[in-house]
């Protein structure tokens, strides 16, 4: 059951959202995830929104936490690092502003469902094409020399391209690094992120299964 600040109609308390110092009125505001505070503006196309595209209907604006200053700034730098990959792999990235005043990241909204609702759901799909995805993901970061560790399936989103063509995106940076040397178990971040996102996804599925090993960059400083 969703909780009363999930369904509550926000659009009724007027926020605006302040981009490179421009206001913008949202005409309806949703909560996401209180734990981290996300939300989903609706963008009227004939309302002033800056630098947001005309063909923007909704953003996902993600707040900083309490905190989390370093990892929202950490973010913030991965996107201007990973430009190449928006779009494609993560969100495009509208920039930083602020919300309800706090500094915060505006961000395109994904169409696609989680790997974690995916697995409870039981719908029919190819593991082994879902695994494929999730390879293409880790080799496009590593290309960049990004490390991806918050390898959760909720940050993982499986989007339909149309014409039977699939492809997962990312969300959540904060915890995305740049090592100029990688110590021998770093290598495995990415090298072994879909195989170790897969067990999870299996654990889920099949909940009697053997729990997935808990991967070392995820308890590692």
């Given amino acids: 059951m969703p909780s009363l600040l999930q369904s509550q109609n926000l659009s009724k308390v007027r926020k605006i959202l302040y981009l490179d110092n421009h206001p913008i009125y949202p005409t ?14 609706t963008l009227d196309p004939g309302l002033y929104r800056h630098s947001i595209p005309q063909t ?26 990973l430009q190449e990959l928006q779009g ?29 609702e995916l697995a409870r759901s039981k719908d029919d799909f190819s593991r082994e094409a879902l695994k494929t995805y999730l390879e293409d993901v880790f080799r496009q970061f590593s290309e960049y020399g990004a490390l991806y ?26 915890q995305v690094d740049f090592p100029d040397r990688l110590r021998p178990w770093e290598r495995l971040i990415n090298s072994d992120g879909a195989t170790s996102i897969m067990q999870d996804f299996q654990y889920i599925r099949y909940p ?14």
């Fill in 56 to 81: 923007v209907t909704s953003v996902i604006v993600k707040q900083q936490k309490n905190n989390w200053e370093k990892e929202f700034w950490n973010e913030k730098a991965v996107y201007d690092k």
């Fill in 88 to 116: 494609k792999v993560i969100p495009l990235f509208f920039g930083q502003g602020y919300f309800d005043g706090l500094p915060a990241l505006i961000l395109s909204e994904i169409d696609g469902v989680t790997l974690y």
């Fill in 28 to 41: 309806n505001v949703q909560l996401l995830d209180e734990r981290r505070t996300v939300y989903r503006l």
């Fill in 208 to 221: 009697r299964r053997e729990p997935s090993p808990i991967r070392i960059w995820q308890v590692s400083g």
């Fill in 149 to 174: 560790r918050d390898q959760r399936l909720d940050n993982f989103l499986l989007c339909d391209q149309g014409s039977q063509q699939c492809k997962v995106m990312v969300v959540d940076l904060e």
